[in-house]
């Protein structure tokens, strides 16, 4: 098994869905938790882990503990999807204004980069099959965004995205390359640094990139930023086993890369498949697991609840081998169900208002994680 770890990003608001800024109070008073630019986010990073179960505890306690200290300060709480839903995205609340980064952060971007979301951490030592695996999960990353895409609504309306904060998210720089070998992926990066695409390492925003303790040089992991916030620690660990799977697949088939196998001509291959996936990528954001996507592998259109099943089918007896396969089952209930997304535009279209279907979201996934501290975590919680 790999090691894993999540990068998690929250709104803090009122019970009633009102966005609140409290960043600056949470990181003063709390371990564990960071800023970002907007300081009505506040994040979170889970350490490096092999084993679900401890996984699972790792995101849920956390986020107790936020909750417990949210209610000191008053009533509010944290709030589920992946944009400011009912309100507030004219303009920024700016949590540290002496950042020059979150400065330019702010007037090229705006509110586009208020969003909250997962990033999956991934270890994978050896430079040259982690930039291999960003490949794969490079092609593959609308998958993931169809299974996590939690983010209908923006300023209190039906948006026509099931993944808003993607659609409409600044990647950056505008044109990444599916990166051939840890060399090409040194020079690119010193390339955006001196023409100023890039302001530093960080200011990579794709659906993947490799990562590590100095970028570009020194690489440990693969990090997957495409999915929405996943509210359910249960469905989150499922995409997580997915991914971790499909990771082992090709470790044991390193002739699964896209840059062999793709059908596509072999002079231009490189290029069609990062136009290729940014369509798919677009089409996800749109309609996630009811879009149709093309193939990288054979060029032929398939939804993505029907991909999802086909990796589904390929992995699971190597996540049964490796002991995890229980923790995948639960893509079945995503893709009979829906993702989040498609579960409030369900409500919605059943005749809730937008301020209803938020709500009530909240309130559940503040059951749903006071029920899993207490039926799994309660031993973990000091």
Same mark, same amino acid.
């Given at each position: 098994?790999?090691?894993?770890?999540?990068?998690?990003?929250?709104?803090?608001?009122?019970?009633?869905?009102?966005?609140?800024?409290?960043?600056? #109070?949470?990181?003063?008073?709390?371990?564990?938790?960071?800023?970002?630019?907007?300081?009505?986010?506040?994040?979170?990073?889970?350490?490096?882990?092999?084993?679900?179960?401890?996984?699972?505890?790792?995101?849920?306690?956390?986020?107790?503990?936020?909750?417990?200290?949210?209610?000191?300060?008053?009533?509010?709480?944290?709030?589920?999807?992946?944009?400011?839903?009912?309100?507030?995205?004219?303009? /920024?609340?700016?949590?540290?204004?002496?950042?020059?980064?979150? $400065?330019?952060?702010?007037?090229?971007?705006?509110?586009?980069?208020?969003?909250?979301?997962?990033?999956?951490?991934?270890?994978?030592?050896?430079?040259?099959?982690?930039?291999? *695996?960003?490949?794969?999960?490079?092609?593959?990353?609308?998958?993931?965004?169809?299974?996590?895409?939690?983010?209908?609504?923006?300023?209190?309306?039906?948006?026509?995205?099931?993944?808003?904060?993607?659609?409409?998210?600044?990647?950056?720089? *505008? %044109?990444?390359?599916?990166?051939?070998?840890?060399?090409?992926?040194?020079?690119?990066?010193?390339?955006?640094?001196?023409?100023? =695409?890039?302001?530093?390492?960080?200011?990579?925003?794709?659906?993947?990139?490799?990562?590590?303790?100095?970028?570009?040089?020194?690489?440990?992991?693969?990090?997957?930023?495409?999915?929405?916030?996943?509210?359910?620690?249960?469905?989150?660990?499922?995409?997580? &086993?997915?991914?971790?799977?499909?990771?082992?697949?090709?470790?044991?088939?390193?002739?699964?890369?896209?840059?062999?196998?793709?059908?596509?001509?072999?002079?231009?291959?490189?290029?069609?498949?990062?136009?290729? $996936?940014?369509?798919?990528?677009?089409?996800?954001?749109?309609?996630?697991?009811?879009?149709?996507?093309?193939?990288?592998?054979?060029? %032929?259109?398939?939804?993505?609840?029907?991909?999802?099943?086909?990796?589904?089918?390929?992995?699971? &007896?190597?996540?049964?081998?490796?002991? /995890?396969?229980?923790?995948? $089952?639960?893509? #079945?209930?995503?893709?009979?169900?829906?993702?989040?997304?498609?579960?409030?535009?369900?409500?919605?279209?059943?005749?809730?208002?937008?301020?209803?279907?938020?709500?009530?979201?909240? %309130?559940? =996934?503040?059951?749903?994680?006071?029920?899993?501290?207490? =039926?799994?975590?309660?031993?973990?919680?000091?």
């Amino acid at each position: 098994m790999l090691s894993k770890g999540f990068e998690v990003e929250m709104y803090t608001s009122t019970p009633e869905g009102e966005i609140v800024g409290l960043s600056d #109070k949470i990181v003063a008073e709390l371990d564990g938790f960071v800023r970002e630019p907007d300081s009505r986010n506040v994040e979170y990073t889970t350490p490096p882990c092999y084993r679900y179960e401890r996984l699972l505890c790792d995101l849920v306690r956390p986020r107790v503990r936020l909750r417990e200290y949210l209610k000191h300060l008053g009533n509010y709480t944290l709030t589920p999807g992946s944009t400011l839903a009912l309100g507030g995205g004219d303009r /920024f609340h700016r949590s540290d204004p002496s950042n020059p980064y979150h $400065t330019y952060i702010e007037q090229t971007y705006g509110t586009r980069v208020v969003t909250a979301s997962i990033h999956i951490n991934v270890g994978i030592s050896d430079p040259e099959v982690l930039l291999r *695996a960003c490949r794969l999960v490079r092609v593959e990353a609308p998958l993931y965004l169809a299974l996590s895409a939690a983010s209908p609504f923006l300023d209190g309306e039906v948006t026509g995205y099931h993944s808003t904060r993607w659609g409409l998210f600044p990647k950056t720089p *505008a %044109q990444v390359p599916l990166f051939e070998s840890h060399l090409h992926f040194i020079r690119w990066t010193e390339q955006q640094l001196a023409l100023g =695409t890039m302001q530093n390492v960080r200011h990579l925003w794709s659906s993947v990139r490799p990562n590590g303790d100095r970028r570009p040089y020194n690489l440990n992991r693969l990090e997957l930023r495409i999915c929405d916030l996943v509210s359910d620690p249960v469905a989150l660990l499922a995409i997580t &086993a997915l991914l971790e799977a499909r990771l082992i697949q090709l470790m044991q088939e390193p002739t699964l890369d896209p840059l062999q196998v793709s059908q596509l001509s072999a002079a231009t291959r490189a290029q069609d498949l990062v136009a290729l $996936t940014d369509a798919n990528e677009a089409a996800a954001a749109r309609l996630s697991l009811d879009a149709e996507l093309i193939h990288w592998q054979s060029g %032929q259109p398939i939804l993505a609840r029907d991909w999802v099943e086909q990796l589904y089918g390929e992995v699971w &007896a190597i996540a049964k081998k490796e002991g /995890f396969s229980c923790f995948l $089952t639960p893509l #079945k209930k995503i893709l009979r169900e829906g993702n989040e997304a498609q579960r409030w535009l369900q409500l919605q279209q059943q005749g809730k208002d937008v301020a209803s279907v938020v709500k009530q979201a909240i %309130q559940d =996934t503040a059951n749903q994680e006071l029920t899993l501290r207490d =039926t799994l975590c309660q031993p973990l919680v000091a």
